[in-house]
């Protein structure tokens, strides 16, 4: 596929009235690329088919089709337009063929927009919502990320951080939330979500935005998108003491698996360990229950073990409980997505 790339199909392509063996040869092409964008789109959940009327290869059509709409001069206008921002005779193989697939790849989610529109009226009206917001407030912003439409909440000096678990934030949106917010409340809610921490990227997908702020319609016991119900206290009670059991049970679980590394092995006293794990669900709680709590580990430590000074705690705690907090993360980020 890669081979088919060369400046002069390039430039012949965005000639007027490019010979028929060109076009078929370009659109060939764009097809190949649309389609394994969709595949790996699937294959990363990102992305699912089961409520399309298409194939995947028609889809991918669809998707690239407005490419290759002429004006009355047979000119791929759209084409024309987009590579003469590029000098094509300087570009390197490689760099022609990232060129290419940014072109397809922002067709291809510019049609899973539309499909959402049509297919999940529900989502699509959502991220209209969450897009119209963002264009109106100073404290988001559009970005195109790796050819994918995200949130950007402020300046994102984590930028290279991972993404914050979809599970994660779920949660966490549930916690803020009172229940009758309009979109434009629940992406302050978010807003402060990204900025009162600094593990994660403070850039979303838009995608995944919608799918979250639809996830809290539903667990507030939504049948339809709206914004204006009131919030049923017993299901946020619920929902908070749903997320304590996963945290106990994930802490007792890692617990249990590191006594015989640490205690029996004596690299930690007993009653050291015991605070750790104490203070690992003061951690989480904080994180994942308590709305708008965001203390340090030093702090947590501190509060359980009593009076430390920071240079105690980074020489002699932070390694072990940080580590211990990673792996219970995990846990129970695995257990949220067997259950949730």
């Known amino acids: 596929m890669i081979e088919m790339v060369t400046k002069n199909l390039i430039e012949r392509i965005v000639q007027s009235n490019p010979d028929k063996d060109v076009v078929k040869k370009f659109a060939t092409l764009c097809h190949q690329i649309a389609v394994i964008y969709v595949k790996k789109k699937i294959s990363s959940g990102l992305l699912s088919m089961h409520k399309v009327q298409l194939t995947i290869e028609d ?27 590029y000098e094509i005779d300087d570009l390197k193989r490689e760099e022609l063929v990232s060129t290419l697939r940014r072109l397809v790849f922002s067709k291809v989610n510019d049609g899973i927009f539309r499909n959402f529109r049509t297919i999940d009226p529900s989502l699509g009206k959502i991220i209209r919502n969450v897009k119209r917001v963002a264009k109106e407030e100073g404290s988001f912003s559009i970005i195109r990320h790796r050819d994918i439409s995200m949130i950007q909440f402020g300046n994102d000096e984590y930028e290279c951080n991972p993404q914050m678990p979809f599970e994660f934030l779920k949660i966490k949106l549930f916690a803020q939330s009172r229940g009758n917010e309009n979109i434009s409340q629940i992406m302050d809610h978010l807003l402060k979500i990204f900025k009162c921490q600094n593990n994660y990227s403070r850039r979303y997908s838009i995608v995944n935005l919608a799918r979250a702020i639809r996830y809290l319609y539903a667990k507030l016991g939504e049948r339809e998108v709206a914004v204006d119900k009131q919030v049923d206290d017993t299901s946020k009670s619920l929902m908070h003491s749903e997320m304590s059991d996963f945290i106990q049970r994930s802490i007792r679980q890692l617990k249990d698996r590191m006594y015989p590394k640490y205690v029996e092995t004596s690299k930690l006293d007993e009653h050291i360990f015991k605070i750790y794990f104490k203070s690992i669900e003061d951690i989480l709680k904080d994180a994942f229950i308590n709305p708008g709590k965001d203390e340090s580990y030093f702090y947590h430590l501190k509060m359980n073990l009593g009076c430390i000074s920071k240079e105690e705690y980074r020489n002699t705690h932070r390694q072990y409980l940080e580590y211990l907090v990673k792996l219970v993360r995990n846990d129970l980020l695995m257990e949220m997505r067997e259950e949730i």
């Open 59 to 85: 889809f991918s059509w669809d998707c690239i089709a407005e490419l290759f709409e002429m004006d009355e001069r047979r000119n791929f206008v759209e084409l024309q337009k987009y590579f003469y921002r």
